[in-house]
Each structure stands twice: as C-alpha cells, then as structure tokens.
C-alpha cells in the first residue's frame, strides 16, 4: 500500500494517520479536512472554550512539530465531494482528484438543526467563539435540547450569569440515554443551579425574539442555542456505491468495503461485545476506532474486531459524569454503590441478562473499573451485581 | 524519551492506565499521576498507546 488517504481531520483522522505511521507505513499519507484548522479538540467546546477559561490555542491535538513529524500530505480547508470506488480515487472540493490503496473515512457529525436564522449550534471553534462572545450577566440564553450538550452549555450559561431556560421535549431530561432516576438527579442540579427547566414542549421555530412552541407560545431569548443531535456527514459519499444509513455502514472490522474503513461519530460498526451495529459519538472512540481502523486497513491478513467498551465522559457544575458500555435500549437501572442523592454513585444497566453499562459520578477511580471490567467481559446481571443489591420480589 | 503530563486538561478518563499501568496512575478524583516520568525503550510503546488514546490530549511524549 503506496497511497493512504485520510478525510476527516479531527480526533478520528488524525488517531487514524498517526496510528499509521506508528504502524511503519511510509507512504503517501493524505489528510483532507473541510475545517481551515489544525485538529483540535471539540469536548473543551461546551465546557472551558465557552466559559472562557482556556483559549483557543489550548484546543490544539498536536504541536506543530508533532504534525510536522507525520510527514502529511495535508489538505485543510478543502472538502471531499466524491468518492469512486471502482477508480479509487476521492474527489475534492478544489477540483483534485486523489487516488488511493486505502482510505479512512472520519468525516464525523453536524448538528441537526431547526428551521430558523441566527440561532447558535456548538460543534466548531468558531461555533464556540461565536456563542461565547455573546454570553454574560443577565442576557437571556435559551436551549432547545437537555442532552449532554445542552445541559452542558446550561451548566457554562450559568457560571457566566446568564439567564438559562432549557427547553426539552421528553418528560424528564436524558431519561431514554441514563433512565430516569440518573436523569432527574442530573436534572435537580440544574434546577438548584437556578436554570428555568421546561419539559415536554415542542419548539416549532426559532425567531427573531426567541423561540416559538409548537402551542404558539413565545420564549423570548437573546441567544438561541439548539442542541437536538446531529447527523453523520455522509453526503459526499452518495453514489459511491457505499452503504450508508445513519452513518457508513461498517463490518466487525470497521471495514466498509475493500479497503475502505470508517472510524469515529461517522461510523456504524458492528461491535461484537454487544452483539449489535452502533455508531458512538464519543471522543475516545474517535480515536479508539481511528486506531483500529489504520490497523486493519495495514495488517489485511491479522485483522482484529473493533470490541471496545464505550466510554464518555460529561462536565457539569462540579459534578463529572461518567459512563462505560452501551446503555441505550436497557432493560433495568440498580444503585450498585453510593447514593444517588449525594451525588455519589455508581448506577449498572442491565440489557437482558448482561451487564451492559455503567454510570457513575464521583467515584474514585477504583470503583468504576471493576464496573468497567464486568462489561467487558461480558458478566451476567445476576453474578455481577445481585450480589451488591438486594434481591427485588 | 520523557513523559509530560498538562494535568489541568486530563478528564479522568483513565485510557492512560489501562494502556500503561506502570507509567500512570490516577488519584481520587481521577486525575492522572505520571508514576515516571522518564522511560526506557521496554515501556515505550505502551506510552505512545497512552499518547494515542488519551481523550484530551494531556501526555506527550518528548526526546531528551
Ligand atoms: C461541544 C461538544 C462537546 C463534546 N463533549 C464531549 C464529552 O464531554 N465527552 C465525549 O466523550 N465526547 C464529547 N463530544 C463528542 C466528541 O467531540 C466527538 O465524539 C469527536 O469529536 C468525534 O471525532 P470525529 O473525528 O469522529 O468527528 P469530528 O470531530 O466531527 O470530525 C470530523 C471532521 O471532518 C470534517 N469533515 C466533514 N465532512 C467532510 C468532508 N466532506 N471533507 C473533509 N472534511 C470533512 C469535519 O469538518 C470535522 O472537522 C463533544 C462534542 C462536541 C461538539
Ligand atoms: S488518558 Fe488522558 S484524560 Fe484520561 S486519565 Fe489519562 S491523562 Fe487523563
């Protein structure tokens, strides 16, 4: 393999190009990214970029040396808008072509967004700078979405004196993601906070003065920021033959077809551990998969299946939120240690008779591992955690 | 080569330790304690796993 093309430059990518150089591979390594940026770093976006306690430059992956050392055949500025995989070749916004042996797709997610003008979403640094130059004491900030990012930016809002309303059209925040125990604990922190909490509204639009409910009511804002989700940058790769639904669809191997792998939010792999496809947006998988990616795309003959344990992680107020394995879809939530109400805990999920998740908040380290530990290897719910809880009839 | 550490960027996440037990540790908030700060070839590659998994890009790795 001579020609090794990389499109996505962030956490992904660049896990991905200098796994492949690690590896030994010594040939042409193209990086595409749509971004004018160096990789940097989006968790500190909601967290120390908007309060303003780090600056830009703190966002950073890698020196520029470090960079310089991966010998790139660097295209920052420019998309990708085509992919041919009869050719083998990635077609780029500038009018180039480039050819490759391999490629590594890590073209990550966008926010989705609401028919609006002049509302915020977070995902870039220049997102980040934006909004926070537009935060302070006593302007009026109003969320749409209570997830992670949401509550995130709620949590930041406050700490800078805002007046933070957080709009979320489920009952109780986070509930579908943590259940509803974990969610309603995460909620009373925000509402002692002195966050205005509104559940189960539907925003229809977002206006000059705010935001318009589905019922007609108006939210009056002066910053409007919408934190629904996102959806995986795909489109440029409509037509290439790949298949693609919520995300590049991907084998155990991360592979999508013959030497063509994806890695990061963009991907939908088949996680053995779990027995199920998932796509994670999550910033050690990013880099996790952009590792197992470049590995296998290398060692054709050795491949290993990408099996990780998710991990993620969440700041908010002082608490650090901290969840292992794939939560969604669980059947049960158990308090396994500590005290939901002191903020002190781990809580296990059980998908049907595994341990399949856990969350904890300001536990020692110690503590969670071994939770960490019965995930990945697969422990069953009743050897695992029937032992710490008492039995329910 | 030497490890560096910018502990006010570390998120607890504890991806160093699984990858390099004998050159991290974490302390009861999680936050991570270089146990050595400079190492030889044999835990070399463990470090640059260290490198390549740590979530906030906290650990460097530089030539002395
Ligand atoms: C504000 C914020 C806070 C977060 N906080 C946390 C957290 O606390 N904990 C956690 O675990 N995770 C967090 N995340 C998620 C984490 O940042 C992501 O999982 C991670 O960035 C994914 O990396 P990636 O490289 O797969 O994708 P991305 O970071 O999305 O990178 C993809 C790159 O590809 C570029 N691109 C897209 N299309 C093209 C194209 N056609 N051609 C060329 N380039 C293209 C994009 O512009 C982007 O630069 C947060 C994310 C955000 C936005
Ligand atoms: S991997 Fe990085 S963020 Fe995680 S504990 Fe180690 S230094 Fe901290």
Redesign the pocket.
């Known amino acids: 393999m001579r020609r090794i093309v990389v499109?996505?430059?962030?956490?992904?990518?660049l896990a991905a190009a200098e796994t492949l150089r690690r590896e030994g591979y010594d040939g042409t390594l193209t990086l595409?990214?749509?971004?004018p940026l160096a990789p940097y770093d989006?968790?500190p976006?909601?967290k120390q970029l908007l309060s303003g306690e780090w600056r830009p430059e703190k966002l950073d992956l890698r020196t520029a040396d470090d960079l310089a050392a991966l010998d790139l055949d660097l295209r920052l500025g420019v998309?990708?808008?085509g992919l041919r995989l009869a050719e083998r070749t990635v077609r780029l916004a500038d009018g180039s072509t480039v050819p490759y042996d391999g490629l590594i797709i890590?073209?990550?997610?966008r926010p989705r967004r609401l028919p609006s003008e002049g509302a915020h979403v977070?995902?870039t640094l220049d997102d980040a700078l934006t909004l926070r130059d537009r935060l302070g004491p006593g302007r009026r900030l109003v969320i749409v979405g209570a997830g992670f990012?949401g509550a995130e930016a709620a949590a930041v809002g406050r700490q800078l004196g805002c007046e933070v309303t957080l709009l979320e059209p489920a009952p109780v925040p986070l509930a579908h993601a943590v259940g509803t125990d974990v969610g309603e604990m995460l909620t009373r922190a925000h509402l002692e906070r002195g966050v205005n909490l509104r559940c189960g509204v539907t925003v229809a639009a977002v206006t000059e003065d705010g935001v318009r409910l589905a019922d007609g009511e108006l939210v009056e804002a002066d910053e409007v920021l919408v934190a629904i989700g996102s959806m995986p940058?795909t489109e440029?790769l409509d037509g290439s033959g790949l298949s693609v639904g919520d995300g590049v669809v991907c084998d155990q191997y991360c592979e999508a077809a013959r030497n063509v792998y994806a890695?990061?939010?963009?991907a939908r792999w088949y996680n053995p551990l779990f027995g199920t496809s998932m796509r994670i947006?999550?910033?050690?998988?990013?880099a996790e998969q952009g590792m197992a990616a470049a590995r296998n795309l290398l060692n054709s003959e050795a491949r290993k299946p990408f099996s990780p344990v998710p991990y993620?992680?969440?700041d908010q107020y002082d608490m650090k939120i901290q969840a292992f394995g794939y939560l969604r879809g669980h059947d049960e939530v158990a308090v396994v240690e500590g005290d939901l109400a002191e903020r002190r805990f781990v809580v296990a999920y059980r998908t049907g008779d595994r341990v399949s998740g856990a969350l904890a908040v300001g536990m020692p380290p110690k503590a969670i591992r071994q939770w960490r530990q019965a995930i990945a290897t697969g422990a069953s719910w009743a050897e695992a955690v029937r032992p710490a809880v008492p039995a329910e009839s | 080569m030497k490890v560096e550490l910018e502990a006010d960027k570390c998120v607890a996440s504890g991806q160093c330790v699984l990858v390099a037990m004998d050159v991290f540790d974490q302390d009861d908030d999680g936050i991570a304690i270089l146990l050595k700060q400079e190492i030889g070839d044999d835990l070399l590659d463990d470090v640059k796993e260290a490198v390549a998994v740590c979530?906030a890009a906290a650990i460097r790795l530089v030539e002395q």
Do not use: K, Q
């Open positions: 499109v996505g430059a962030s956490a992904a990518g595409v990214g749509d971004e989006r968790p976006l909601s998309a990708a808008i890590a073209t990550g997610v977070l995902r990012l940058n440029w890695a990061g939010d963009v947006e999550h910033r050690t998988n990013a993620f992680w969440s | 979530p």
